[in-house]
């Protein structure tokens, strides 16, 4: 089966994508695509960086810019969906988010918290990754496909 032969940008929702809405603060920012993560302490999302352990991360499908009111943007929060490694990323393995805020890097399944996972690289954005062709390692600052959550699971 593929995917998609066309050039894909970090955000982009798939054949299963699970989209919410989800609010955020006026003056949070973020771009589409980036890994975002709910703030227990307000109830809003804000974008996530490196040794976060939100439990709840998605990816935002809309850019946030600084707005006078609150807002909502459409999130991905369970499925697939496309983000952006920061760093080399070997084939099915789990991903957290990066020191680049908004983006990903791998895992270390022995020692990283499971609250810190944002899901599971499964593939290119380009080619065929879901047809028998063997997955290989994501190259730093390209766009990926991931599987949101621990079992690809709604949070």
Known sequence: M???????VAGEMLEDTVV??????????????DVIFMDAGDDTWKVAAANSTAKKYAVALDASAATAAN???????GGH?????DGAIGPMNRVKP???????????EATDLFNSIVGTYVGHSEGNNRDGVTV????????????????????
């Open 71 to 77: 807002k909502k943007i459409r999130a991905a929060v």
């Open 20 to 33: 919410d809405q989800v609010p955020v603060l006026a003056a949070t920012v973020f771009a589409k695509g």
């Open 2 to 8: 593929v995917i998609n032969t066309n050039t894909m």
């Open 81 to 85: 969906t496309t983000v952006i490694a």
């Open 98 to 108: 990066a020191p680049t805020a908004g983006q990903v890097v791998e895992a270390a």
């Open 136 to 155: 290989t390692a994501a190259a730093n600052d390209e766009v990926i496909i991931i599987e949101l959550g621990l079992n690809g699971g709604r949070f």
